[in-house]
């Protein structure tokens, strides 16, 4: 993975540059000096570091707006970061760029019970939200595992999901409305506490841009009431072609269940191994149910789902009786990732999307990789969306396993392609699947992406080396050749 | 005058005419089956693209949530298909056939996502936009191209299925479609609250939405509305009826029919048909529809043409008043409503929990003015039916801020520079 070539005048207007942003955030809001600026160096995705050349953390939307415009003026590139709990590179600095942090637009604005609604800057994290309005029994649905840390600007960004997305939606299909701004400084207010915004869906493109597009300074969501009650079911199988035959059993019956995760055999037993959540341990899949609602529903659908388990082969079935019970179910899978960390000095978490019927084949072809290249991979997988987090197990202190574990890892992505699935289904592309993006889009599909951009930052100056592969000039993109009298199908039907 | 419409049989063709439109520098209509022409604004060209020859549905897996069709596949087909594996599109896609003066049943695909209606569902389940997965069409650069995917999850690259929804075609000649399907509620019923005043009828959908009852409808008819109905436990009701729909297994329902009615004090609860029905009305601006004979009402299966208006009173027979679709901030809408009557001669309802309000507005020349000033801020108001010069003078789709408005006619242009695709069916210019 290479980063576009640090331009060297940039580089030596550093002081006038950084002079440029005191100018706009005084005092401790410009981050110059090397050891502070180490901190930002990398997001979640830690195998890749570059310290950004000046950081700065603006406090109110008219210094990102001032920033921003000084940036496009000076030809500076910038790279917006919220939390930095990305999965795949998003918030990368540029060693000739200005890493721009959210951090301090910390508050809630506006909680809106009438209209089910919070209105909130963009650096509170996601888990803030869902607090803020607890005490009225209300919460914001989207929960990435990060959600204690991450913010919902960095959602957006994202367009995160989590375990609740299937029945609940992600990011995108819970945003009202946002404040951005734009490279050249332009405020913009798009959708609100209204259900339908006018125009374009320009927020519909915003939402999972990874920052390329503008610099998100408020957002509303909406807020839901929380289920009256959940309970879930522990189901065991055999072969894990069993569980994902389970899997479309229930969805076939109507049932869209609050959660629906599988995990491997290597995946079940270092969970349990590390909290004891009482995981049968001679099962190929495991997969936890969630049915959340009101009682008489979760009572209804809970024998419901026990009894197609029951007809698709189950070897194990326990149904929560408690809440605590519930919760040592899902305790096991929480930990999914300490725990196979404690059973491998690292790991390498990938995010590829099938349709699920493509379970078995892929599952086997993936066995068939971790063999080839000698690197036990451990499966957990949200089954109702057909999203994968295999998990490869290296040790980085071992010359080649980094790049061995990569290479196995961008296999299991095209994979996901081949089978009709995607690259990415929450993590985002970043750098990381950045230069796979060729294997699910043509270059004319990747052509129009870039000219979206083009009209949101025409001097490329937001996030760039993020997403695609190749960069291109927006004015080189925006040439129109014309064929004429080159109408390829006489045939074309007219009348 | 339209004089030539090209209708292609593939995606290829199709991109062949827009490089052909490009060549000659001629701007294209591009619509499936004309369904909703009436909406947006009029646009004058040479030529059409009819998209409707491309129809077929390419895949659907039940199980996997998805539906892959051809952009000109007619919604009669594709409705009952999902019904019978007990599927149906979460978001209730509307019917405005009948409130053009047209049959119901004919639109398409392609028109449902590129107009981007949502139906009474939309407050639970969202709108086109959130169940539009993949798209597949040609660029004004005559360009056939992809975005998104097939699979319900999935964030590889830009959304552009979302910017496809609700774009009139503006964008992109779609061509193929990926759209999520869910699974269709097993049961279906209605609380009713009779005689309420529009405040005090959206604080009890206020509360209803509040509560954990998972309510999926909720709409308000004043009086004169309500009267019109063709469901006898609404329009029987004796005046204004306020709504409330609950949705799901049968068990669940039932439950939930009896803590709720309790809670909001409901008057009566609209058995299953009852309850479809009347939601179809509501979904389909029945009330301002122009019919003058309805057509019959056929059972069971979302496919039944809604019953429109009944020929009798104001509205019925020639309804030649202007449709407005307002989108406001629920808490809102009472009050914006008030304003609306006492500056227009104007009937009107709730939908959305208070935050929809369709209204039919005697013609008057500051309509425009009076429905867009009582809003403000707080929302947007789109000119759904009126006639063609009404159309091409006013401006059918809420103003936009300048910034926006400018970032808009940059997203046309990268899409569609030379405005080949529908130019000014949204704004004049893109």
Redesign the interface.
């Known amino acids: 993975m290479r980063m576009p070539a640090p331009d060297d005048g940039v580089i030596a207007r550093r002081r006038e540059i950084i002079a440029a942003l005191r100018a706009i955030v005084p005092g401790e809001g410009v981050i110059a000096d090397e050891s502070e600026l180490r901190a930002y160096e990398c997001d979640g995705l830690t195998a890749y570091r570059q310290l950004p050349m000046v950081v700065v953390l603006p406090g109110t939307t008219e210094q990102v707006s001032r920033v921003l415009r000084t940036c496009k003026e000076m030809g500076v590139k910038v790279v917006p970061r919220g939390a930095g709990t990305s999965l795949s590179g998003g918030a990368l600095p540029l060693a000739d760029g200005v890493l721009l942090g959210m951090g301090k637009f910390n508050r809630i604005l506006d909680i ?5 609604c919070v209105v909130t800057q963009p650096g509170v994290t996601n888990l803030g939200i869902s607090n803020a309005v607890a005490h009225e ?1 209300f919460y914001y649905a989207p929960d990435p595992s990060s959600q204690i840390a991450c913010t919902i600007g960095g959602n957006i960004a ?2 995160s ?1 989590g375990v609740h ?2 029945k609940y ?2 990011t ?2 819970n945003v009202l409305g946002v404040e951005m701004v ?1 490279m050249d400084g ?5 959708g ?11 927020m ?2 915003v ?3 990874e920052g390329l597009l503008g610099v998100v300074t408020e957002v509303t969501v909406r807020i839901l ?4 009650t959940a309970r879930a079911v522990l189901i065991g199988f055999p072969t894990s072609e069993q569980g994902g035959d389970c899997v ?2 229930i ?2 019956a ?3 269940p609050g959660g629906m995760e599988m995990m491997d055999r290597p995946a079940i037993h270092a969970a349990e191994d590390f909290v004891h959540a009482g995981y049968p341990l001679d099962v190929e899949a495991l997969l936890i149910v969630e049915l959340d ?5 979760v ?3 809970i024998d419901r789902v026990a009894e197609i388990a029951l007809s698709k082969g189950c070897c194990y079935s326990r149904v929560s009786t408690s809440e605590e019970e519930r919760l040592s179910f899902w305790a096991g899978r929480k930990a999914a990732f300490p725990a196979v960390g404690r059973i491998s000095p690292d790991y390498y978490c990938m995010d590829g ?5 493509a379970l078995p084949l892929v599952l086997q072809r993936m066995q068939e990789m971790s063999d080839r290249y000698a690197l036990r991979v451990a499966n957990v997988f ?1 089954a109702g ?3 994968l987090h295999p998990l490869i197990l290296y040790d980085a202190n071992k010359p080649g396993e980094l790049e061995r574990a990569e290479s196995f890892g961008n296999d299991i992505l095209r994979l996901c392609v081949e089978v ?10 970043g750098v990381e ?1 950045r230069d796979l ?1 060729t294997d ?3 270059e ?6 870039q ?6 930052d025409p001097d490329g100056l937001l996030n760039p080396g993020k ?1 695609f592969p190749k960069l291109h000039r927006c004015a080189e993109l ?1 040439r ?10 006489p045939d ?4 | 005058m339209t004089v030539t419409t090209f209708k292609p049989d593939t995606a290829a063709q199709a991109a062949d005419a827009v490089r052909w439109a490009l060549a000659e520098g001629t701007p294209l209509d591009v619509a499936g089956s004309g369904s909703k022409r009436g909406l947006g604004r009029p646009i004058q060209t040479a030529y059409t693209l009819d998209l409707s020859g491309l129809s077929g549905v390419v895949a659907y897996e039940a199980e996997e949530l998805v539906l892959t069709a051809k952009a000109g596949t007619p919604m009669a087909d594709i409705l009952p298909m999902l019904a019978e594996r007990r599927q149906q599109l979460a978001f209730e896609p509307q019917d405005l056939g009948p409130l053009f003066g047209q049959p119901a049943g004919r639109g398409t695909l392609g028109g449902v996502v590129a107009t981007g209606l949502a139906g009474p569902r939309r407050i639970s389940a969202g709108s086109a936009r959130d169940h539009t997965l993949g798209i597949e069409g040609v660029n004004g650069r005559g360009d056939l191209y992809k975005g998104g995917g097939k699979v319900v999850k999935n964030v590889t690259g830009y959304d552009v299925p979302k910017l496809m929804a609700g774009s009139y075609g503006t964008l992109t000649a779609l061509t193929e479609l990926t759209v999520k399907v869910l699974p269709a509620p097993e049961d279906g019923r209605t609380l009713l609250l009779a005689g309420r005043e529009d405040a005090g009828a959206v604080a009890a959908l206020t509360t209803a939405l509040q509560s954990p009852h998972e309510v999926s409808g909720a709409a308000h008819l004043p009086a004169g509305v309500a009267a019109r109905s063709r469901v006898r436990g609404v329009a029987g009701a004796g005046g204004a009826v306020t709504l409330v729909r609950l949705e799901g297994f049968g068990p669940s329902v039932a439950a939930r029919v009896a803590a709720l009615k309790e809670e909001l004090g409901a008057d009566a609860v609209l058995d299953r048909d009852e309850s479809l029905a009347v939601w179809r009305e509501i979904r389909d601006v029945a009330y301002f529809c122009p019919h003058p004979n309805p057509p019959p009402l056929r059972r069971g299966g979302d496919l039944s043409p809604s019953p429109a208006s009944v020929g009798e009173g104001r509205g019925g027979g020639n309804d030649a008043r202007h449709i407005w679709k307002i989108s406001v901030q629920p808490s809102e809408g009472p009050r914006v409503a008030e304003s609306i009557r006492w500056a227009l001669d104007a009937e009107l309802y709730f939908d959305w929990g208070g935050g929809l309000i369709w209204v039919a507005a005697v013609p008057a020349p500051d309509a425009a003015a009076a429905i867009r000033g009582a809003l403000g801020a707080a929302g947007h108001a789109t000119l759904v039916r009126a006639p063609e010069d009404v159309r091409t003078a006013a401006e059918v789709f809420h103003p936009l801020p300048d910034p926006v408005m400018a970032l808009s006619r940059r997203v046309k242009e990268s899409f569609d520079p030379c405005g080949i695709l529908n130019p000014g069916r949204m704004y004049a210019g893109v």
């Open positions: 809106d019970f009438a209209n089910r029994g994202e367009n999901g997305c299937l939606g992600l995108t299909n734009l332009t405020v913009l207010r798009l609100g506490k209204h259900l339908e915004a006018g125009g374009y869906d320009l519909g493109v939402t999972g841009s009431k929380k289920p009256a479309a059993a969805i076939a109507g049932i869209i609602g009101p009682p008489a529903e009572d209804h659908l999307t099938i349709p699920r019927k949200h969306d057909g999203n009709g699935g995607v690259l990415t289904g929450e993590h985002g592309v699947k993006m699910q889009f043509d004319v599909d990747l052509d129009q992406q000219r979206i951009k083009c009209a949101f997403v925006g129109v050749h014309v064929h004429k009298g080159e109408l390829r199908f074309l039907p007219r009348f």
